[in-house]
């Protein structure tokens, strides 16, 4: 697949016969189904696009039942900023519903599979981003990662995904998940395009509240530059042999390209699950309650308003919404509020914290993404195992920061990625640690 780099230097035709070819190709991997509908009609670069970044005139349902015929009446600040660039959506792209979970497998429109092994999961939530990549079908995609979903596909399917820090892209366009969590990133077929596409949607955005008023230069990344980089071997002794195998090699890329390694420790990440799902489900629990039926997409038959709304929201929402919008709306409860919420945001203030304290000795941490290579469908037998599955992706997200996922290694033909995790508001470093250990993997 040609690179996004490479893209950018077509001329108008090649691009308008590269988007033919492409949707071609997506034609013939339809089993994938990590397209959920394509639109050639764009002009300039094609962009795969997640379900849940509006794209003005294109339906955007976040893979859920809830939002069918849902038509988004305006673009997303990242889609406009990617037509100002040359660049045009192209395909809505497959997801856990609403983004919630590790795998893809609760999207309204049935599983993605993995194009590395089709018996296995592409990971989540943004599967269909990182599938079309992985696949050739997509010169590079958009996700969004709020406990890791573009950085674990991404590494499940053997591409690039970076999140920026919390504040760098704007969220406005993007469905509200975990409002305090949410970032959209780049998915790319290496770190260079994947710090193009960063320095395209990155920047102050009046439209998001909580977009950072934080200088942003466009990133060249710098594999030369020598940095400290911390190691945590607190963290890898529960990851499988594969992945600690991958973690060894990554280690050694790193020296051998002139860094410094240095053995740093962070909390036991058992904090981390606790205090994201709380924070996650919270968040989720008051931001779906926009959708009631009146609003936005399905509707369901009733005879009355309050019937009407608890029959869309209960023929709308799959299994794994409803649960969190239930636990998220018990956390918030008066009796329970102090005992779950805050206490979660009291632990996600010393996780914070405790990032700090580590990147006041080195410039990146070099961190697992998953415990294991992508997993089989249906192999996580509780909602549990599954949130489990998250554990080295979900503090970043609670602390804010920038992190990139790349392939490291591969085993039995599945693709094992590790990530690099930076300081608040300093993706330059990510990427040049970034871009010198895919060099170092390379040769
Ligand atoms: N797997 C995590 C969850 O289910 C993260 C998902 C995401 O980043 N959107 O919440």
Redesign the pocket.
């Known amino acids: 697949m040609i690179t996004l780099k490479e893209a950018l230097g077509l001329p108008k035709e090649e691009l308008r016969q590269l988007r033919k070819d492409l949707a071609k190709r997506a034609e013939e991997k339809k089993e994938l189904n990590a397209y959920i509908a394509m639109d050639e009609s764009g002009e300039g670069v094609p962009i795969a696009i997640k379900d849940n970044i509006q794209v003005k005139d294109w339906e955007v349902t976040c893979a859920s039942k809830i939002l069918q015929g849902y038509v988004a009446p305006y673009d997303a600040t990242v889609v406009e900023r990617l037509r100002q660039s040359g660049l045009a959506p192209f395909g809505r792209t497959n997801m ?1 519903e609403f ?4 795998s893809t497998e609760t999207s309204f429109y049935g599983k993605t599979l993995n194009p590395k092994d089709p018996n296995r999961v592409p990971g ?3 599967g269909g981003s990182a599938a079309v990549v992985a696949a050739g079908i997509a010169v590079a995609a958009l996700g ?7 950085r ?1 596909p991404a590494a499940f399917c053997g591409i690039v995904g970076m999140k920026p820090t919390y504040g760098r892209v704007s969220r406005y366009g993007l469905a509200a ?2 409002s305090s ?2 970032q959209i990133g780049p998915m790319t077929q290496n770190v260079e395009d994947a710090a193009i596409l960063y320095n395209i949607i990155a920047g102050y955005d009046h439209r998001d509240s909580t977009s950072a008023s934080v200088e942003h230069t466009p990133i060249t990344p710098d594999p030369d530059r020598k940095l400290t980089i911390g190691i945590v071997p607190n963290y890898i002794k529960d990851a499988s042999p594969t992945v600690q195998k991958a973690y060894d090699k990554a280690i050694e890329a790193l020296k051998s390209a002139g860094h410094e390694i240095v053995e740093v420790s962070l909390m036991d990440a058992k904090y981390d699950i606790a205090a ?2 709380i924070t ?1 489900m919270a968040e989720a629990s008051t931001n779906l309650s926009r959708y009631d039926g009146v609003r936005y997409g399905y509707r369901a038959e009733a005879t009355g308003l309050r019937q009407m709304y608890k029959r869309t929201r209960s023929e709308g929402f799959g299994e794994e919404v409803k649960r969190r919008i239930l636990l998220g709306t018990f956390v918030l409860s008066s009796g329970y509020y102090d005992a779950y919420y805050i206490k979660a945001q009291k632990v996600r203030h010393l996780i914070k914290e405790e990032y700090e304290k580590v990147f006041q000795s080195v410039d990146l941490i070099l961190s697992p993404v998953a415990p294991d290579v992508a997993f089989e469908f249906g192999s996580k037998k509780s909602p549990l195992e ?2 489990l599955s ?1 554990v080295y ?2 503090g970043v ?1 609670l602390a804010g920061l920038p992190a990139l996922s790349l392939p490291v290694d591969e085993s039995g033909g599945l693709p094992v990625g590790l990530q690099l995790i930076g300081k608040a508001f300093d993706e330059q470093t990510v990427f040049d640690g970034a871009m010198s250990l895919e060099r170092a993997i390379r040769s």
Do not use: F, K
């Open positions: 856990d983004a919630m979970g590790s989540g939530s943004s969004s990662d709020t406990g890791g979903s573009i674990q998940y975990g969590l949410d994201y799902y996650a599954m949130y998250d992706t979900i997200n």
